[in-house]
């Protein structure tokens, strides 16, 4: 069957799915690291294929931005399509100093004040989990392919444009840094670990630092589109 979301039907897609925010990336990754992907989605442009790495079965799709986006496509692939793992590789705005441009961070949880989860299913805390199982396999593949994470938190906004600090307060990423121990920021886990939490799923992330937030420094479109390869191999290597 399929969704007002997605034209898959039952069996297109693999049990472990990679979903980047920008659906050109999933595009990027079938056609670069999957032997015979096929095309399994393209509804609203949201593209996913399906292909094997190194034999094993896997997916790629598009989440979209924002964590309503990822919310629909993350739980309609836990519920509707039998998917048991999603892994997030996305890009975030480094807070952290020790952070710079294409650095990989393997999220360990995420901080957020978004209602999202408060009006799925009545949560109202401020952090959720990466699932243990899923993370410690993306660790022990890094470790394997010799690719260096930071792990920490993410701030998962809801918000993409701020409106500038007044003077003489602190910067809100200056607030989340310091007094919520955030590395960065992002605007989808949140949704996806709790997605993942109350379907009884597998949820994961890994994040490639695309800008600086403590410093005005940024990646192209045409990098976030096809450079962050290192978070897509430690993703993949968990097969």
């Not at 957020?112 to 805390?125: E, I």
């Not at 410690?136 to 993409?160: H, I, M, N």
């Not at 960065?184 to 994961?204: I, P, W, Y």
Request: proline share 5%.
């Amino acid at each position: 069957m399929s969704t007002p979301h997605n034209s898959a039907k039952k069996g297109d897609i693999a049990k472990t799915v990679l979903m980047p925010g920008d659906p050109l990336r999933a595009k990027f990754i079938a056609e670069n690291f999957l032997d015979n992907p096929v095309k399994f989605n393209e509804v609203r442009g949201m593209l996913g294929y399906t292909g094997t790495y190194k034999g094993k079965p896997v997916s790629v799709m598009g989440s979209g931005m924002g964590q309503p986006s990822i919310g629909i496509y993350s739980y309609e692939l836990y519920t509707e399509y039998d998917v048991d793992n999603i892994i997030r590789v996305g890009s975030c705005g480094a807070y952290d100093e020790r952070l710079d441009l294409f650095d990989v961070i393997l999220v360990t949880d995420a901080y957020s004040d978004t209602t999202y989860a408060k009006m799925q299913s009545g949560y109202d805390k401020k952090v959720l989990e990466a699932s243990p199982e899923l993370t410690e396999k993306l660790r022990q593949s890094a470790k394997e392919l010799e690719l260096p994470v930071f792990e920490g938190r993410t701030y998962s906004s809801d918000v993409f444009y701020y409106e500038a600090t007044p003077e003489g307060e602190r910067p809100l990423w200056e607030i989340l840094h310091e007094d919520h121990d955030c590395l960065c920021v992002e605007m989808e886990s949140f949704a996806l670990f709790h997605n993942a939490k109350v379907t009884d799923k597998q949820g994961a992330c890994l994040l490639t630092v695309s800008d600086t937030i403590y410093e005005s420094r940024e990646t192209t479109p045409e990098q976030r589109e096809k450079s962050f390869t290192n978070m897509m191999e430690i993703a993949l290597g968990i097969l």
